[in-house]
């Protein structure tokens, strides 16, 4: 790396600190009618520590998505674009917030827990806000056509991905309700679907990466779904197979009805790993 290449990624590094310091604000601004969040977090509330950690760490992926972009040959230009990018990858954090908040979580009042250190809520939190940023990287870093671009395929993204998350809740462990775990700060439940959130994060990544700028409307709708649904196949192949190698003095249901927290740290890492690369080998 030369000194002048090292003065360039120094002064996006110095874009992605001003709008981590923007989301920070934004983040206490929208607690502050429940609690003061700094003080939360300095009084060892882990689980709002856990949400502004997803978000600073999802800002952080997002933001890489922004400077993986081809470059416009003068440095202006790419400052400019690269803020005016970051300004969107903020945009995108503080959405998912309200996405977990009325969808992913329903019949929970996220901040409500979050104040009476709900670790489980927060855990989920966490990994919206990494999903999110996982996809907002690919959304910015895919696009062919611009901001409206990456708006697109981000809603998509996004949507697809509650879409999948709610079928989950609904339909897997249907004698053990995911929802009322995680209401009851039930860790264990919070970690393993925020873990899923992430794993399918990464699958979508791929589809929404694997895209042709060029192409139509309907080959991009097309391509997105075949290697969406290839790669949630795969992946809920490979999960089996996880729960039969990894974990073998107990099963996923019990985890979690018992809210064992160390075999889900290690069952939701490893599906984490499996996701990782699949959204490599999909590509």
């Known amino acids: 790396m030369t000194f002048e290449t090292g003065g360039i990624y120094f002064l996006y590094t110095l874009i992605y600190i001003g709008f981590a310091l923007g989301l920070k604000l934004v983040l206490n601004f929208k607690a502050s009618a429940y609690y003061k969040a700094d003080d939360m977090i300095a009084g060892g509330n882990l689980a709002v520590g856990l949400r502004r950690s997803g978000a600073q760490l999802g800002l952080a992926i997002a933001m890489m998505g922004v400077m993986a972009g081809s470059s416009t040959g003068s440095l202006t230009q790419d400052l400019v674009a690269t803020a005016t990018y970051g300004a969107l990858a903020t945009l995108f954090m503080v959405s998912s917030l309200m996405i977990t908040d009325k969808l992913v979580l329903p019949g929970i009042k996220n901040m409500t827990a979050l104040k009476d250190n709900n670790i489980a809520v927060g855990a989920v939190e966490f990994g919206m806000l990494v999903a999110t940023g996982i996809i907002a990287y690919s959304s910015i870093y895919g696009e062919g056509g611009g901001i409206v671009s ?125 996701a990782l690369l699949l959204s490599n080998a999909i590509l």
């Open 150 to 274: 990456s708006l697109a395929y981000f809603v998509v993204g996004q949507l697809t991905l509650v879409v999948l998350i709610l079928a989950y809740e609904h339909l897997a462990h249907r004698g053990f309700k995911l929802m009322t775990a995680i209401g009851d700060n039930q860790v264990a439940s919070g970690i393993y679907v925020g873990g899923k959130i992430i794993a399918y994060a990464l699958i979508l990544k791929s589809a929404i990466a694997g895209n042709t700028p060029d192409a139509t409307l309907q080959v991009l709708a097309l391509d997105f779904l075949m290697i969406a649904l290839a790669g949630m196949v795969l992946l809920y192949i490979f999960e089996l197979i996880i729960d039969l190698l990894i974990i073998t003095t107990t099963n996923v249901s019990s985890i979690l009805s018992e809210n064992k927290l160390v075999p889900v740290v290690q069952l939701t890492a490893s599906k984490i790993g499996v």
